[in-house]
């Protein structure tokens, strides 16, 4: 029981450091949770225990998991320990946890997996960089491949699907907009000699 105190103790500090992480207020929150300022405040301090109805649309708004919010160390450790994620050979370390907006990965797909093109499509906008290794992308009817240094950039309507080019691992930086937001580069012309 003395665990389980001390995880619901830690959730209010870490509510706080989250909702000012994303610079949002006590009202704004509860304009986009339903949940009164009123206890949004106490929940924050320490004086309302959170439940389960309470922290589900926190988690939401704050584009966190529920794991994510109650799992905050029992010293009271405002900082976001990511974690990453693992499927089909493909290992996404999330780099940025903010509701709406570019959303930025760093992924790593191990030898051999990914190996059977299946194009999908969806909303948004990708912007890939390679890191190490060889990345092979198949984007509508093109087939590159990508080397460290280079960079991609598409809109995920066209099918499109991304794997290792051959039987060494390959780790790149996704930046991903769910709205279609397009990465933005600015680079300055060579000065004249």
Do not use: C
Not at 158 to 163: A, N
């Amino acid at each position: 029981m003395d665990d389980l105190g001390a995880t619901l103790d830690s959730v209010g500090p870490r509510l706080r450091a989250l909702r000012r992480q994303r610079q949002t207020t006590l009202a704004d929150l509860s304009t986009e949770t339903g949940i009164s300022v009123s206890t949004l405040s106490r929940l924050e301090s320490g004086d309302r225990k959170p439940t389960l109805e309470l922290l589900l649309p926190l988690a939401k708004a704050h584009g966190v998991t529920l794991d994510e919010l109650v799992d905050a160390p029992p010293t009271g450790d405002p900082r976001i320990h990511l974690r990453p994620i693992t499927r089909n050979g493909l290992t996404m370390l999330p780099l940025t946890k903010r509701a709406g907006g570019i959303q930025a990965f760093k992924m790593v797909i191990a030898p051999g997996a990914r190996n059977h093109p299946d194009p999908q499509v969806h909303e948004g906008y990708e912007w890939l960089y390679v890191l190490n290794g060889r990345l092979r992308l198949i984007l509508g009817d093109n087939d590159v491949i990508l080397t460290p240094g280079e960079a991609a950039e598409f809109d995920t309507h066209v099918p499109h699907w991304f794997g290792a080019a051959d039987e060494q691992s390959v780790e790149f930086l996704s930046l991903f907009g769910k709205q279609g937001e397009r990465a933005h580069l600015r680079a300055r012309p060579k000065a004249s000699r």
